[in-house]
Antibody, heavy 121, light 113 residues
Framework: QLQLQASGPGLVKPSETLSLTCTVS???????????WGWIRQPPGKGLEWIGN???????YYNPSLKSRVTISVDTSKKQFSLNLTSVTAADTAVYYC????????????WGQGTLVTVSS | DIVMTQSPDSLAVSLGERATINCKSS????????????LAWYQQKAGQPPKLLIH???TRESGVPDRFSGSGSGADFTLDISSLQAEDVAVYYC?????????FGQGTKVEIK
């Protein structure tokens, strides 16, 4: 059974960089090339926002609203993909989910449990 | 970006009764050449990640009880829970994947009356 687990600091200072890693178990990031791997966030008590995603080849998509601050990378040998979000503010406080979705249509069908990142000094 | 608007924001339904959630998109989600609506529904229980229930507006994921059904086309969609069970208490989200970025509705909280 595929499992995703996000990890990283739970507290980040304003203006610094938020860095998270998602580790995939029970499957391979490039097994069939049929999926993207992505990040979605949810501010406390609010809705869901798509951050971006990455294909095993390294091809990426970023939400234009965050594009200038986001980098997503993949390390297939470690079965991990990562999120970097620069120049964070309190508005970036959220539960960050890593997820997988089919290549052909962007409906995440496997999600990690999520990790809360708080931006505060 | 396509704006997704759900109604109501919350509803309370008696056990065994029907719950209906509406979702409107700011533009059509029907991909004519494929005759498919690029609309999905998710269920999020407290403290858990969302769970994909339905894609293509009406196709249930494997293992999803048949009391959940999706309908609609174009820009108007509905999620029905035919007979509400206690385990259905959750927030439900619609999502469009017709264009990037994918966007979600604000969520509808379903509770037991």
């Amino acid at each position: 059974q595929l499992q995703l687990q996000a990890s990283g600091p739970g507290l980040v200072k304003p203006s610094e960089t938020l860095s998270l890693t998602c580790t995939v178990s029970g499957g391979s990031i490039y097994s069939s090339g049929s999926h993207y791997w992505g990040w979605i966030r949810q501010p406390p008590g609010k809705g869901l926002e798509w951050i971006g995603n990455i294909y095993y080849s390294g091809s990426t998509y970023y939400n234009p609203s965050l594009k200038s601050r986001v980098t997503i990378s993949v390390d297939t040998s470690k079965k991990q993909f990562s999120l970097n979000l620069t120049s964070v503010t309190a508005a970036d406080t959220a539960v960050y989910y890593c997820a997988r979705h089919p290549y052909a249509f962007w409906t995440p069908d496997s999600w990690g449990q999520g990790t809360l990142v708080t931006v505060s000094s | 970006d396509i704006v997704m608007t759900q109604s109501p924001d919350s509803l309370a339904v008696s056990l065994g009764e029907r719950a209906t959630i509406n979702c409107k998109s700011s533009q059509s989600l029907l991909y004519d050449s494929k005759n498919k609506n690029y609309l999905a529904w998710y269920q999020q229980k407290a403290g858990q990640p969302p769970k994909l229930l339905i894609h293509w507006a009406s196709t249930r994921e494997s293992g999803v009880p048949d009391r959940f059904s999706g309908s609609g086309s174009g820009a108007d969609f509905t999620l029905d829970i035919s007979s509400l069970q206690a385990e259905d208490v959750a927030v439900y989200y619609c999502q469009q994947y017709y264009s990037t970025p994918p966007t979600f509705g604000q969520g509808t909280k379903v509770e037991i009356k």
